[in-house]
C-alpha cells in the first residue's frame, strides 16, 4: 500500500519567553508513515505537538530537523499542494464575501476557469451543506457554519489527502455527525483523511489508525484494532436490586460495584470468570438483570495509560 505522508525524526523547536526567551521543543524526533486510502487520527491532549506536526507537513513551519514527504514529495513541493486539502482547526475568510464567492475564488486559484470555478463551489457547499446559505455574506455566518465553509474550501480541489486540524470544532451535535459522515464518504472514495482531535469518540467512530502524541513526542501509533483489543477483560452487568441487603451480598461477589441510580447497581466481574453464575445469584436474589456487556480495551484506555 502506498505511503501518502511519511516523516523522519522530524523535530521543531521554539523559543519561548519574552526577557530570556528558551528553547521549547514542540515535536521530538518524529517518525511516522500514514499509508493512502484510510483515515489516520493524530490524537493528543491541548500542547501535544498536533497542530505543529501539521503545518510541518504543509510547509507552513519549517523543520528545526529531521524530513517529511507528503504524496511522496518533500512537504510543501507546489505539486503535492495541488493534490492536497486543508482545514486549519480556526479558519478565517473574507468575511464580506459570499461563500459561493469565496469558494469560486479558491477553486480559481487550482486553475479552474470561472463557470467551472463557480459549478465545483456549489457542488462542494451543497456536499457540506451550506447549499441555501451560499449567498449569505460569510460574517453573518455562526461559528459551525465558518467551520463548513473551512471544509468546502479544503475538499474544492478534489484532493488526494485531507488534513483536518480539528474538524469538529465549534460545530453542534448534528454538525459533529455530518462532518463524520463527510469523512467515511471520503474514505469510501479512496482518499486519504488525516486528522487531528482530542475527541476520542470521533476517532474511534472513524480511525484505521492513530497516532498518540504527549509532549511533542509519539508514545503509540498503529491500526486502531490492533491498538485496542478484541480480548474481553470482564463483564459489566447492570442490574435492580431493590433489597440493599441483598444488594450488599451481591456487591460482595463482584470485583467492583457501585449504585448507580437508587435500586440499580452495576458490578464488574474479571476475567477470570463468567457472568453465567453471578446472573444466576441475581435471579435468586429476587433481582432483575437490565444488560450484561464485555469489558474491553477501548481508545480511551490506550490514551491514558500511553500518557501516564
Partial sequence: MPTVVRTQQLTKDFRAGFWRPRPHRGLDALTLEIPSGGVYGLLGPNGAGKSTTLKLLLDLLRPSAGHAEVLGLPAGDRRARQRLGFLPENPTFYDHLTAEELLAYFAGLFGLNNG??????????DRVGLGADRRRPIRQYSKGMVQRVGLAQALVNDPELIVLDEPMSGLDPVGRREVRELILELHDEGRTVLFSSHILSDAELLCSEVGILNRGRLVASGPLHELTSDRVNGWE???????????????????????????????????????????????AAGASLVSVNPLRTTLEDVFVRALS
Fill in 237 to 283: 452487568v447492570i442490574a435492580a436490586v431493590a433489597d440493599r441487603g441483598r444488594a450488599s451480598l451481591l456487591t460482595s461477589r463482584a470485583a467492583r460495584a457501585r449504585e448507580i441510580t437508587p435500586g440499580r447497581y452495576r458490578f464488574e466481574l474479571g476475567s477470570d470468570t463468567t457472568p453465567e453464575p453471578f446472573i444466576a445469584e441475581l435471579a
Fill in 116 to 125: 467551472d470555478a463557480r459549478q465545483r463551489a456549489a457542488t462542494t457547499l
